[in-house]
Nanobody, 122 residues
Framework: QVPLVESGGGLVQAGDCLRL?????????????TGWFRHARRKERAFTAV????????MYADAVKGRFTVSRDNIKNMVYLQMDSLKPEDTAVYYC???????????????WGQGTQVTVSS
C-alpha cells in the first residue's frame, strides 16, 4: 500500500557494481522494514536483503552476503542496495518491498515496487 519505486538497474559485466535505489513515495510511518527481493528467470522469487526502519539491523541472503550492502537515508525516504562483485547468477529483476510487520518477517512484505532489471554478463 506504500508506493515504492526502484531504480538503478542495468547491464554490467561480472565483477562490476551497481547501486539500486528504492524511493518510498507514499505513507511510510508504519513501515518497519524495507527489503530487496529478486526474481531470476525460471527461479522462485528470493529474499536478498532487508533493513529495519531505523537502519539498526540488516539481514542478507547467503548468496549475496559479503557482496551486497543495504542502507537507508530516512531524510530522503530512500533505501539502497549496493551490489559489488556482481556475478552472472545475480541477474534478476530486483524488487523493493516494505513491511508493516514489527518483526520484519520475510514473509510479511506487502508493498512492492515495479522492479528493476539487473543483468550481469560473464
Amino acid at each position: 500500500q506504500v508506493p515504492l519505486v526502484e531504480s538503478g538497474g542495468g547491464l554490467v559485466q561480472a565483477g562490476d557494481c551497481l547501486r539500486l535505489s528504492c524511493a518510498a513515495t507514499g505513507r511510510t510511518f508504519d513501515i518497519y522494514g524495507t527489503g530487496w527481493f529478486r526474481h531470476a528467470r525460471r527461479k522462485e522469487r528470493a529474499f536478498t536483503a532487508v533493513i529495519t526502519a531505523t537502519g539498526g539491523r540488516t539481514m542478507y541472503a547467503d548468496a549475496v552476503k559479503g557482496r551486497f550492502t543495504v542502507s537507508r537515508d530516512n531524510i530522503k525516504n530512500m533505501v539502497y542496495l549496493q551490489m559489488d562483485s556482481l556475478k552472472p547468477e545475480d541477474t534478476a529483476v530486483y524488487y523493493c518491498a516494505a513491511t508493516r510487520d514489527p518483526l520484519v518477517r520475510i514473509g510479511m512484505f506487502d508493498s512492492w515496487g515495479q522492479g528493476t532489471q539487473v543483468t550481469v554478463s560473464s
